[in-house]
Antibody, heavy 120, light 109 residues
């Protein structure tokens, strides 16, 4: 079964840093672009960041630009999100999400999510 | 930024009834719209992509249509497991600025 499993969520103080990881299995990571999507408690979904299959291009939502960095290691089927200068409004469940092949932005596989709580 | 508006916010229906959910975009997004289902404590699940294509394993009672700015998701006959929140999402822009609608909650009447 194709699967994404996130880890690294934690309680952190405002201004702090955190690194999220996502491990993929049962698919060839280098064939797919990947994303992070977040969901604040009781709220809707917000796309956070995108990385192409080869890491050639990365994009970010305006709300995290300059503070978050997405990266990947295809040899280890892994995706990362380095989060710096964290704010209370970054508190959310963070999902690792796979794009459908050749359909960037259609999210066909989701991890179970990892909770990030930023205390002010 | 493309804004998606969903209506109604809540839809109360009985099992076996037909559900029709609406999603409107602030500008034309051609057919680049997806629908997701989310149950409490779970990750979203892709139902429909590119307005009308069912994702792998999605039952035929789910259908989508629309183009431009107006889209609908129809559940032809509600099953107990269909009571959930449904989100629409656009992928029209490049560089990406993917946005989601606020969601429609389908609950049991």
């Amino acid at each position: 079964e194709v699967q994404l499993v996130e880890s690294g969520g934690a309680l952190v103080q405002a201004g702090g840093s955190l690194r999220l990881s996502c491990a993929g299995s049962e698919f060839t990571s280098s064939d797919y672009s990947l994303n992070w999507v977040r969901q604040a408690p009781g709220k809707g979904l917000e796309w956070v960041s995108y990385i192409s299959s080869s890491s050639a291009t990365m994009y970010y939502a305006d709300s995290v630009k300059g503070r978050f960095t997405i990266s990947r290691d295809n040899a280890k089927n892994s995706l990362f999100l380095q989060m710096n200068s964290l704010r209370a409004e970054d508190t959310a469940v963070y999902y690792c999400v796979r794009d459908m092949i050749h359909q960037t932005g259609a999210f066909d596989v989701w991890g179970q999510g990892t909770m990030v709580t930023v205390s002010s | 930024e493309i804004v998606l508006t969903q209506s109604p916010a809540t839809l109360s229906l009985s099992p076996g009834k037909r559900a029709t959910l609406s999603c409107k975009a602030s500008q034309s997004i051609a057919g680049f719209l997806a629908w997701y289902q989310q149950k409490p404590g779970q990750a979203p699940r892709l139902l429909i992509y590119d307005a009308s294509n069912r994702a792998t394993g999605i039952p035929a009672r789910f259908s989508g249509n629309g183009s431009g700015t107006d889209f609908t998701l129809t559940i032809s006959s509600l099953e107990p497991e269909d009571f959930a929140v449904y989100y629409c999402q656009q992928r029209y822009n490049w560089p990406p600025d993917f946005t989601f609608g606020p969601g429609t909650k389908v609950d049991i009447k």
